[in-house]
Protein backbone atom coordinates (compact mmCIF):
# COMPACT_ATOMS: atom_id res chain seq x y z
CA UNK A 1 0.00 0.00 0.00
CA UNK A 2 1.24 3.22 -0.90
CA UNK A 3 2.58 5.94 2.26
CA UNK A 4 0.05 8.71 0.06
CA UNK A 5 -2.94 7.04 -1.90
CA UNK A 6 -4.94 9.67 -4.22
CA UNK A 7 -7.82 8.87 -6.93
CA UNK A 8 -5.67 9.21 -10.37
CA UNK A 9 -9.01 10.74 -12.21
CA UNK A 10 -9.53 12.10 -14.78
CA UNK A 11 -11.78 14.11 -13.33
CA UNK A 12 -13.40 16.24 -16.27
CA UNK A 13 -15.93 18.95 -15.27
CA UNK A 14 -17.67 21.79 -16.58
CA UNK A 15 -16.05 25.27 -15.88
CA UNK A 16 -17.69 26.78 -13.04
CA UNK A 17 -17.88 23.65 -11.35
CA UNK A 18 -17.49 23.08 -7.68
CA UNK A 19 -14.74 19.47 -7.74
CA UNK A 20 -13.12 17.74 -4.38
CA UNK A 21 -10.02 16.07 -4.35
CA UNK A 22 -9.76 13.29 -1.54
CA UNK A 23 -6.37 11.82 -0.08
CA UNK A 24 -5.43 9.57 2.65
CA UNK A 25 -2.25 8.62 4.05
CA UNK A 26 -1.03 5.66 6.30
CA UNK A 27 1.50 7.09 8.37
CA UNK A 28 0.24 8.33 11.33
CA UNK A 29 3.63 10.39 12.74
CA UNK A 30 2.66 12.59 9.26
CA UNK A 31 3.14 16.48 10.62
CA UNK A 32 2.87 18.60 7.48
CA UNK A 33 0.58 18.33 4.64
CA UNK A 34 0.41 20.52 1.19
CA UNK A 35 -1.21 20.49 -2.25
CA UNK A 36 1.19 21.27 -5.39
CA UNK A 37 0.03 21.23 -8.52
CA UNK A 38 1.17 20.02 -11.59
CA UNK A 39 0.64 21.58 -15.20
CA UNK A 40 1.94 19.09 -18.44
CA UNK A 41 5.46 18.38 -18.57
CA UNK A 42 5.91 20.97 -16.17
CA UNK A 43 7.42 21.01 -12.56
CA UNK A 44 5.14 20.51 -9.34
CA UNK A 45 4.77 23.90 -7.76
CA UNK A 46 2.95 24.60 -4.14
CA UNK A 47 -0.20 25.56 -4.41
CA UNK A 48 -1.13 25.55 -0.56
CA UNK A 49 -0.29 24.17 3.09
CA UNK A 50 -2.82 22.31 4.76
CA UNK A 51 -3.61 23.11 8.41
CA UNK A 52 -6.02 21.27 11.17
CA UNK A 53 -8.07 24.11 10.82
CA UNK A 54 -8.83 23.88 7.37
CA UNK A 55 -7.65 26.98 5.19
CA UNK A 56 -8.89 28.83 1.78
CA UNK A 57 -7.34 30.63 -0.47
CA UNK A 58 -9.51 32.36 -2.84
CA UNK A 59 -11.48 29.68 -4.64
CA UNK A 60 -9.66 26.79 -3.01
CA UNK A 61 -9.87 25.15 0.14
CA UNK A 62 -7.69 22.66 2.07
CA UNK A 63 -9.02 20.26 4.87
CA UNK A 64 -7.33 18.28 7.18
CA UNK A 65 -8.88 15.30 9.25
CA UNK A 66 -5.73 13.36 11.76
CA UNK A 67 -8.09 11.08 12.68
CA UNK A 68 -8.58 9.80 9.68
CA UNK A 69 -5.65 10.46 8.07
CA UNK A 70 -7.82 12.11 5.17
CA UNK A 71 -7.43 15.38 2.88
CA UNK A 72 -9.38 17.15 0.88
CA UNK A 73 -8.88 19.98 -1.76
CA UNK A 74 -12.27 21.68 -2.84
CA UNK A 75 -12.08 23.70 -5.70
CA UNK A 76 -14.86 25.87 -6.22
CA UNK A 77 -15.87 27.95 -9.37
CA UNK A 78 -13.74 26.09 -11.50
CA UNK A 79 -11.20 27.69 -14.99
CA UNK A 80 -10.01 26.29 -17.78
CA UNK A 81 -6.54 27.18 -16.13
CA UNK A 82 -7.05 24.74 -13.69
CA UNK A 83 -6.82 21.85 -15.45
CA UNK A 84 -3.78 20.29 -14.03
CA UNK A 85 -2.65 17.15 -11.83
CA UNK A 86 -2.67 18.15 -8.54
CA UNK A 87 -0.60 16.14 -5.87
CA UNK A 88 -0.77 15.32 -2.48
CA UNK A 89 2.05 15.63 -0.36
CA UNK A 90 2.66 14.48 3.22
CA UNK A 91 6.12 15.27 5.80
CA UNK A 92 6.64 13.56 8.77
CA UNK A 93 8.14 16.47 10.21
CA UNK A 94 6.86 20.14 10.50
CA UNK A 95 10.50 21.22 9.84
CA UNK A 96 11.34 20.57 6.30
CA UNK A 97 13.35 17.22 5.06
CA UNK A 98 11.45 14.51 3.29
CA UNK A 99 7.85 14.93 1.44
CA UNK A 100 6.24 11.94 0.43
CA UNK A 101 3.88 12.28 -3.09
CA UNK A 102 0.68 10.59 -3.74
CA UNK A 103 0.42 10.10 -7.62
CA UNK A 104 -1.69 12.70 -8.39
CA UNK A 105 -5.23 13.56 -9.62
CA UNK A 106 -5.51 14.43 -13.28
CA UNK A 107 -8.49 17.99 -13.76
CA UNK A 108 -10.05 18.31 -16.98
CA UNK A 109 -11.87 21.75 -16.90
CA UNK A 110 -13.99 21.73 -20.10
CA UNK A 111 -15.34 24.91 -21.56
CA UNK B 1 15.20 36.00 -9.27
CA UNK B 2 16.46 33.14 -10.52
CA UNK B 3 14.86 29.50 -9.87
CA UNK B 4 16.10 26.38 -9.62
CA UNK B 5 18.16 25.44 -12.58
CA UNK B 6 18.81 21.80 -14.06
CA UNK B 7 20.56 21.18 -17.42
CA UNK B 8 20.58 20.07 -19.67
CA UNK B 9 16.58 19.73 -20.13
CA UNK B 10 16.50 16.64 -22.43
CA UNK B 11 19.38 13.83 -22.69
CA UNK B 12 18.74 11.05 -24.89
CA UNK B 13 21.47 8.35 -25.01
CA UNK B 14 22.37 4.47 -25.27
CA UNK B 15 22.01 2.05 -22.56
CA UNK B 16 25.53 1.54 -21.17
CA UNK B 17 26.58 5.52 -21.42
CA UNK B 18 27.05 7.36 -18.84
CA UNK B 19 24.66 10.38 -17.75
CA UNK B 20 25.19 13.60 -15.59
CA UNK B 21 22.70 15.36 -14.17
CA UNK B 22 23.27 18.98 -12.75
CA UNK B 23 21.00 21.30 -10.93
CA UNK B 24 21.88 24.89 -8.90
CA UNK B 25 19.46 25.38 -6.46
CA UNK B 26 18.31 28.57 -4.90
CA UNK B 27 20.86 31.36 -3.18
CA UNK B 28 20.86 30.83 0.06
CA UNK B 29 18.62 27.72 0.34
CA UNK B 30 20.26 24.86 2.09
CA UNK B 31 18.42 21.72 1.10
CA UNK B 32 18.21 20.01 -2.14
CA UNK B 33 16.35 17.16 -3.71
CA UNK B 34 16.70 15.10 -6.26
CA UNK B 35 13.36 13.23 -7.74
CA UNK B 36 12.44 11.08 -10.47
CA UNK B 37 9.09 11.04 -12.04
CA UNK B 38 7.45 8.34 -14.48
CA UNK B 39 3.78 7.24 -15.19
CA UNK B 40 4.15 4.03 -13.34
CA UNK B 41 5.70 5.52 -10.08
CA UNK B 42 4.63 8.59 -9.66
CA UNK B 43 7.61 11.40 -8.25
CA UNK B 44 9.56 9.47 -5.73
CA UNK B 45 12.59 11.10 -3.91
CA UNK B 46 16.11 9.68 -4.70
CA UNK B 47 18.59 11.75 -2.60
CA UNK B 48 18.61 14.91 -0.51
CA UNK B 49 21.10 16.62 0.73
CA UNK B 50 21.13 19.03 3.51
CA UNK B 51 24.24 22.01 4.15
CA UNK B 52 25.88 20.33 1.25
CA UNK B 53 25.46 16.47 3.28
CA UNK B 54 24.04 13.60 2.07
CA UNK B 55 21.14 12.77 4.62
CA UNK B 56 18.42 10.07 2.79
CA UNK B 57 19.67 8.20 -0.36
CA UNK B 58 17.25 5.50 0.39
CA UNK B 59 15.50 6.42 -2.78
CA UNK B 60 18.37 5.83 -4.99
CA UNK B 61 17.38 2.47 -6.90
CA UNK B 62 21.16 1.32 -7.15
CA UNK B 63 24.99 1.61 -7.43
CA UNK B 64 24.54 2.79 -10.67
CA UNK B 65 22.88 5.90 -9.31
CA UNK B 66 25.27 8.46 -7.52
CA UNK B 67 25.04 12.11 -6.27
CA UNK B 68 27.13 14.35 -5.22
CA UNK B 69 26.80 18.31 -3.69
CA UNK B 70 30.61 19.57 -3.70
CA UNK B 71 29.15 23.09 -2.50
CA UNK B 72 26.07 25.03 -1.90
CA UNK B 73 25.60 25.63 -5.64
CA UNK B 74 26.16 22.68 -6.93
CA UNK B 75 24.61 18.95 -7.31
CA UNK B 76 24.95 16.30 -9.88
CA UNK B 77 22.76 13.12 -10.43
CA UNK B 78 25.25 10.26 -12.23
CA UNK B 79 23.78 7.24 -13.61
CA UNK B 80 26.66 4.85 -14.68
CA UNK B 81 25.97 2.45 -16.77
CA UNK B 82 22.36 4.06 -18.18
CA UNK B 83 19.57 1.59 -18.72
CA UNK B 84 16.59 2.00 -20.52
CA UNK B 85 14.58 1.65 -17.10
CA UNK B 86 16.11 4.76 -16.22
CA UNK B 87 13.71 6.66 -18.91
CA UNK B 88 12.26 9.31 -16.76
CA UNK B 89 12.22 13.22 -15.52
CA UNK B 90 14.58 13.65 -13.07
CA UNK B 91 13.85 16.73 -10.69
CA UNK B 92 15.78 18.98 -8.42
CA UNK B 93 14.20 21.18 -6.24
CA UNK B 94 15.07 23.38 -3.02
CA UNK B 95 14.27 24.35 -0.08
CA UNK B 96 15.18 27.45 2.57
CA UNK B 97 15.38 27.02 6.34
CA UNK B 98 12.54 30.18 6.64
CA UNK B 99 10.13 28.58 3.91
CA UNK B 100 8.92 26.37 5.96
CA UNK B 101 8.49 22.77 4.14
CA UNK B 102 7.57 24.71 0.09
CA UNK B 103 10.32 23.03 -2.31
CA UNK B 104 10.98 24.58 -5.54
CA UNK B 105 11.57 22.26 -8.12
CA UNK B 106 13.47 23.14 -11.26
CA UNK B 107 12.10 22.66 -14.61
CA UNK B 108 13.14 18.77 -15.21
CA UNK B 109 15.84 17.00 -17.49
CA UNK B 110 14.05 14.63 -19.51
CA UNK B 111 15.93 11.58 -20.03
CA UNK B 112 15.60 8.56 -22.38
CA UNK B 113 17.84 6.14 -22.30
CA UNK B 114 17.78 3.59 -25.73
Known amino acids: RKEVEQDPGPFNVPEGATVAFNCTYSNSASQSFFWYRQDCRKEPKLLMSVYSSGNEDGRFTAQLNRASQYISLLIRDSKLSDSATYLCVVNRSNQGGKLIFGQGTELSVKP | DAGVIQSPRHEVTEMGQEVTLRCKPISGHNSLFWYRQTMMRGLELLIYFNNNVPIDDSGMPEDRFSAKMPNASFSTLKIQPSEPRDSAVYFC????????????FGPGTRLTVL
Open chain 2, 93 to 104: ASQGKLKGNEQF
